[in-house]
């Protein structure tokens, strides 16, 4: 097995001893995000106690389910130094091809999956683009994300698609509540655990980490650089795709113009959540908690009464924050790695 497999962790890259202070060890890499989250969601309730009722918590979280599962896929290509601009057209193209397919009479527990195939096979047409063609995966998922939502203008030939059988249970139960919490929240939770598991704990996980660590070395070690690629745009095209299902279920419709933007959202929440564009390490939780950052900041916002045309500045600097007080946290945590 080659040697950059046996890093679970990332610790044999930065040279992090399993030796070191107890105090360090307990500092766990999405610990500043987290901190982060805590800090301004407290913050804000203490001048607004409205803003921590249950409903504005759970309003916000599952408001931040569609792109927060759209940042947990992007973690992997980013852990490989590629960038996947397309998931925002994506997400629009397969709730659209979803709305069309169950108005013209397809079931709607037929029509998840189709869905998900939609966008696995539309992630690892990014892959095979990007690999075999030789080009920056920068650019061919910036024309794809075009390519896409204009296919989904076209499909809808501009308008939304709301036809549908509201009293299936397929909105009822995806775009209802279970327990007094969005069905879509409890899958979220349950999918950033699985995808986090993914990345930390299999083979396929250990080969994105290592690959963007060192591609020279990963590729010279015989690790399969090429189809780990299409792998990794094929598993973020499918958290679009599944992000496309629960916003169709909610919604219950089918909108070519939505989706603008999640893919900087979604990217902006994985940098904030540890991932950076060096690759060679990430976290699906910490996209997750960054996303949920920028969404309590949005609602924050409202809550203060902030005019609207200052919201991107705010949200900008929040991002600057909470990335610096991450990086500050690692190099608490690990001195060594801090010029890594």
């Not at 397969?94 to 029509?111: E, F, N, P, Y």
């Not at 990217?267 to 960054?290: E, Q």
Request: proline share 4%; hydrophobic share 55%.
């Amino acid at each position: 097995m080659p040697a950059a497999l046996t890093d679970s962790a990332g610790d044999q890259r930065t040279g992090d001893p399993a030796g070191r202070p107890l105090y360090r060890r307990l500092v766990r890499d999405e610990f500043g995000v987290i901190a982060v989250l805590v800090v301004i969601v407290v913050g804000v309730g203490l001048f607004h106690p409205d803003f921590l009722r249950t409903g504005n918590l759970l309003s916000i979280t599952h408001n931040t389910v569609y792109v927060g599962l759209m940042a947990g896929g992007i973690v992997f290509p980013l852990a490989m130094r590629e960038v996947d601009l397309s998931v925002g057209g994506m997400y629009a193209l397969c709730m659209v091809v979803g709305a069309v397919l169950i108005r013209d009479g397809l079931g709607t527990w037929i029509t998840l999956p189709a869905m998900l195939a939609l966008a696995a096979l539309l992630g690892a047409l990014n892959g095979v683009v990007t690999t075999y063609m030789r080009l920056p995966s920068f650019i061919v998922t910036l024309a794809t994300a075009m390519l896409f939502r204009g296919a989904g203008l076209a499909l809808a030939d501009g308008k939304q698609i709301t036809d549908l059988p509201q009293n299936d249970s397929f909105f009822t139960f995806l775009g209802g509540n279970s327990g007094g919490v969005p069905t879509a929240v409890w899958f979220f939770v349950v999918l950033i655990a699985a995808l986090t598991v993914m990345f930390t704990r299999t083979r396929f996980g250990a080969r994105v980490r290592a690959i963007g660590s060192n591609p020279e070395a990963a590729e010279f070690s015989g690790l399969p650089v090429a189809r780990t690629r299409i792998a990794a745009l094929s598993l973020s095209g499918l958290m679009a795709g599944a992000a496309a299902v629960f916003s169709l279920a909610f919604f219950m419709a089918g909108d070519p113009t939505v989706g603008q933007g999640y893919e900087l959202t979604a990217i902006a929440g994985a940098i904030i959540g540890g991932t950076p564009l060096a690759g060679g390490r990430g976290s699906v939780v910490g996209a997750a908690v960054g996303c949920l950052i920028l969404s309590v900041v949005a609602s924050a916002l409202a809550f203060f009464q902030v005019p609207i045309n200052w919201t991107t500045f705010a949200t900008g600097g929040v991002i600057l924050v909470a990335v610096g007080a991450d990086t500050l946290l690692r190099r608490f945590r690990n001195p060594r790695s801090a010029g890594a």
